[in-house]
């Protein structure tokens, strides 16, 4: 797992409005599954970034459509990595250092078929405000198991180069003062019947 990057707190606290609202509006549609994501694009080498990010594109942030699109993978990441795919595509074309840096939030931690599609479309930041049911150590094998794959998929075309380079992925739950306001957005609502 790589280092944490550091984020200003001015911008924690634009990335928990994005989920907030996400999960507000969730909370209406699809109370079952309460869960948002936002990408963001570090404008800056990562390591001496704190927070001068932009979103990019707009509207690389979703909900769990789920039951919407009565698609069982229509998970909130899975959206976010559709509606971004061009540009996460160009990204991938691009030699490692001139990569622009992607940057997940999720208001829980990633379930093992998104961190599989994450890892796959190469997002090495992760971040989500708590920890929920989802192992880290079966994201972390997860993880393993994807980039043996792609190393061992290089070797065989021989290609050392830069273009699919390996780098680490950091997994990591925010230590941020939203955290209990987004966890309590992201319980189901107690049904009508048991709230009488
Ligand atoms: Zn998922």
Not at 101 to 127: E, G, H
Request: net charge positive; charged share 30%; aromatic share 8%.
């Amino acid at each position: 797992m790589g280092p944490p990057l550091k984020f200003a707190e001015a911008f924690i606290d634009d990335v928990a409005q994005v989920l907030k609202r996400l999960l507000q509006k969730q909370r209406r549609i699809d109370p079952q599954n309460p869960y948002a994501a936002a990408l963001y694009v570090l404008d800056q080498q990562e390591e001496t970034m704190v927070g001068r990010m932009v979103r990019v594109p707009k509207k690389a942030k979703a909900a769990n459509t789920e039951k919407k699109a009565k698609n069982p993978v229509a998970h909130a990441e899975m959206n976010v990595i559709c509606y971004a795919r061009k540009k996460l595509y160009r990204a991938l074309n691009k030699p490692v250092e001139k990569r622009k840096n992607f940057c997940l939030f999720v208001n829980t931690r990633p379930c093992p078929m998104c961190t599989a599609a994450i890892v796959n479309a190469q997002i090495f930041n992760v971040y989500f405000f708590f920890e929920n049911g989802y192992r880290k150590d079966i994201s972390e094998a997860i993880i393993r198991a994807k980039q043996a794959d792609i190393a061992a998929k290089q070797k065989e075309e021989g290609n050392s180069g830069t273009r699919q380079q390996l780098r680490t992925f950091t997994f990591q739950e925010l230590d941020s003062k939203w955290k209990d306001e987004i966890r309590r957005l992201s319980k189901e609502p107690r049904a009508k019947s048991q709230a009488k």
